[in-house]
């Protein structure tokens, strides 16, 4: 090579190097120490891979006649060679980990890298495991044939009468849901009969074994019929207490408030959090519309992915379930709190209210039994909804879009994290506290001492209700029986401090990212 074409490729491997460096040098220190503890782990499980790899094959030449025409004999190196896929995948994510310089793609790409490798390495212990499992079995013959007949009586003797009340009653009160009630009670019947038909099946190989004449074939099925019978001891249990728990779940509704946002340092880290309130209506007695209401507060940190999804969305329902749903059925839009129970207008009125005539105006009026869910709701600055808010919101919701309460795109939102509402409801947040609304544009007229009402809605008269506070699960009384409301600051909650957090950019409103 000569001199001068020798020169250009050394300035440019300077070069390349040098922007690696700038590359690497623009992430936050806590991120870059993150990316250096990952690439140690990415080499240990790398390591713990091979190490799984190794063992199964030993275990595969160690006793051929056990392995010889069962399914695990090509599975398990199916799956150690679909972990060595994933493993690669992540060394390239960490590869251009090293040419990133923007936090939030670092962050994403971290993210992947890590999932990629946990799974990697839970495969690789979870394969290694299973052979190791097989030659044991193999060496205890009397101790396994000891446990699989205890699985058995487990799961023969599984009493399903106390579930199948349960399940009757639930069936009379939400009669929507009695196919699937019943098809998860026959699952729980049929458990029983698949153990009762596996265990006769192997009559013959537990003779063998009990008298010490088993071979390879004979003992790997009883290996097999030993992680059915296991497994579907323990999914017995399982779905038998998910049976009752899915049936707790038709009685209650529930929505989940973002009541609070938080960014944070903890020590190098920075840390996202939110304050999650939920408002539950637990029904007593169906057919009497009985019900009590209960409030529960909760700090938890999320990722930065996650906590930008919601960044405008303080005050807001994120999850909401009617009574008669299970859990898995909730509705995960984004809306204004309390808006889920409203009827529509062409309906008239629900067990929660009705659209009354105000001054030539619809507007929803809660029955006094709901009040108390309206308080937790929306606290002591409720204020009325009229129906073409309502509408506004319908037609949001049905175009997918995330409803503010804007009437025009100039008007002030009156939900959400700058909306003018929130801005009162919750002034003592953090997220008020820190300086969150004071990235609003319309930021001005709650420093005035002014709420710039939003055009098209009519004024609001003040409301006085019992006092607004929040409450770490405790109960408010019932709509039958009384009804009882305080207040107690929910675990954890710090209002007022000085302390400023990084407010991150805002998303324009009406559309979820």
């Given amino acids: 090579m000569n001199p001068r074409k020798r020169y250009v490729a050394i300035a440019g491997a300077l070069i390349a190097a040098a922007l690696l460096l700038v590359s690497c040098d623009t992430l936050p ?10 690439k140690e782990n990415l080499r240990q499980t790398e390591g713990q891979l091979q190490h799984s790899a190794d063992t199964v094959r030993d275990d595969l030449a160690h006793s051929p006649d056990l392995f010889r025409g069962t399914p695990v004999a090509t599975a398990w190196p199916s799956r150690l060679q679909s972990a060595r896929a994933s ?48 030659l044991d079995f193999e060496r205890n013959v009397p101790h396994y044939l000891t446990a699989m007949l205890r699985e058995y009586d487990d799961i023969h003797g599984f009493d399903l009468t106390p579930v199948a009340a349960i399940v009757q009653k639930a069936e009379q009160d939400w009669p929507a849901k009695k196919a699937v009630l019943d098809g998860r009670l026959a699952a729980l019947r049929q458990s029983s009969d698949s153990a009762e038909t596996q265990w006769r099946a192997t009559e013959s190989a537990r003779q063998a074994a009990t008298a010490g004449t088993a071979a390879g074939p004979a003992i790997a099925t ?36 973002l009541a609070d946002l938080e960014v944070a340092h903890r020590g190098s880290d920075m ?52 009574a008669g749903l299970f859990d898995s059925e909730a509705q995960n839009n984004v809306q204004p709190p309390g808006f889920a129970y409203i009827a529509s207008p062409s309906v008239g009125s629900n067990q929660y209210g009705y659209w009354s005539h105000d001054a030539g105006h619809s507007v929803w009026t809660w029955l006094p039994e709901y009040l ?54 919750y002034a003592g947040s953090r997220y008020v506290q820190s300086g969150g609304y004071a990235g609003s544009g319309y930021a001005s007229n709650r420093a005035a001492g002014t709420s710039r009402p939003e055009s098209g809605f009519l004024p609001s008269s003040p409301r006085s209700t019992p006092g607004e506070g929040s409450s770490a699960g405790k109960r408010f ?11 107690n600051r929910g675990s954890g909650q710090r209002f007022g401090s000085s302390r400023p957090s990084p407010r991150m950019p805002g998303r324009s409103f009406g559309h979820r990212r």
């Avoid at 030993?226 to 207490?241: E, M, T």
């Avoid at 007695?285 to 990722?303: P, R």
């Avoid at 129906?387 to 804007?406: D, I, K, M, P, T």
């Fill in 29 to 38: 220190r806590a991120l870059r120490n993150q990316i250096a503890s990952e």
């Fill in 87 to 134: 493993l690669d995948r992540a060394k390239g994510d960490m590869q251009q980990l090293d040419r990133v310089s923007d936090p939030r793609r670092a962050e994403a790409l971290l993210s992947e890298e890590r999932g990629l490798r946990q799974s990697v390495a839970r495969d690789a212990e979870s394969v290694e495991s299973d052979a190791n499992s097989w």
């Fill in 222 to 257: 009883l290996i097999q019929a030993n992680d059915v019978l296991q497994h579907d001891d323990n999914q017995l249990k399982h779905d038998a207490d998910q049976l009752r728990a899915e049936c707790g779940q038709l009685y209650d509704s529930w929505d989940k408030i």
């Fill in 271 to 322: 840390v996202y959090s939110e304050k999650i309130s939920t408002v539950r209506i637990h029904y007593i007695d169906v057919a009497a519309k009985k019900t009590e209401t209960s409030t529960d507060n909760k700090w938890v940190d999320v990722s930065a992915p996650t906590y930008r999804t919601v960044e405008n969305d303080l005050g807001m329902t994120i999850a909401h379930k009617d």
């Fill in 372 to 425: 108390v869910m309206r308080e937790l709701l929306w606290g002591h600055r409720y204020q009325p909804i009229y129906v073409n808010e309502y509408n506004g919101y319908q037609s949001a919701l049905r175009s997918g879009r995330v409803y503010y309460g804007q009437e025009t795109p100039n008007s002030p939102p009156k939900y959400g994290s700058h909306g003018t509402f929130t801005a009162q409801r």
């Fill in 477 to 487: 009384g019932g709509s039958s029986n009384g009804e009882r409301f305080g207040s």
